[in-house]
């Protein structure tokens, strides 16, 4: 049971150039989240999703793109990569119920843009 | 979203218990204590939640105060895999529009001597 698998581990990117974090779980859970951690802080909200299909935005979706066409998968995709964005990326799952399951994370991607 | 306040750092030595504060003055009524550590290049870990009674899990014990503005978390007997940055979370109940969503502050870091 793998749990929550995000690819890759590690990137650096070019100013400009364009990647797809992926994410993917075999808890069959509905909910879905990407957050980003910079340095010494705590972790922010990116987007989210309820489901296959729907999508939303979090705290900080400016220069971020996701997807949702299946339960396992929720990638992440950098269109214009910016030095801004570097920072560490955690997907996170929960079952679905009352708002109290816990959270599941992976072990994060860890992006450098330079 | 209800915001919760917590000492930048604790310290403990190995097998002694530790006592994790964290105050919300601004909880409402429905709102649940949420309690995640992430240990060195990690993702988070679900530790314990509550909503007004005391719980206790095999991980660690939350002790909620009778009027809900303040929380502690305590670990019976710390380790050095303890070591991590712990966040105490507000997370709205069942019937709220947060999906489920993480408000992460900058926690606690805990540091466990031998």
């Known amino acids: 049971n793998a749990g929550v698998t995000q690819t890759p581990k590690f990137r650096i990117l070019k100013i400009g150039q364009s990647m797809t974090l992926q994410c993917t779980q075999d808890m069959n859970h509905n909910y879905m989240y990407w957050y980003r951690q910079d340095p010494g802080m705590g972790l922010k909200l990116i987007y989210y999703?309820?489901?296959?299909?729907?999508?939303d935005k979090g705290e900080v979706p400016n220069g971020y793109n996701v997807s949702r066409s299946t339960t396992e998968d929720f990638p992440l995709r950098l269109e214009l990569a910016a030095p801004s964005q570097t920072s560490v990326y955690f997907c996170?799952?929960?079952?679905?119920?009352?708002?109290?399951?816990?959270?599941?994370f992976g072990d994060g991607t860890r992006l450098s843009i330079l | 979203d209800a915001k919760t306040t917590q000492p930048n750092s604790m310290e403990s030595n190995e097998e002694e218990p530790v006592h994790l504060p964290c105050n919300h003055s601004t909880i409402s009524g429905t709102d649940y204590i949420h309690w995640y550590r992430q240990l060195p290049s990690q993702g988070p870990e679900y530790v314990i939640h509550?909503?007004?009674s005391n719980v206790n899990n095999r991980m660690a014990s939350l002790a909620i105060a009778e009027d809900r503005k303040s929380s502690t978390l305590i670990l019976h007997r710390a380790t050095l895999r303890d070591a991590a940055v712990y966040y105490c979370i507000l997370r709205a109940g069942a019937g709220g529009t947060s999906y489920g969503k993480l408000t992460f502050g900058q926690g606690t870091i805990l540091t466990v001597h031998p």
């Open positions: 509550g909503l007004t």
């Open positions: 996170a799952t929960r079952g679905g119920g009352t708002g109290n399951q816990p959270q599941h």
């Open positions: 999703s309820v489901g296959a299909g729907i999508t």
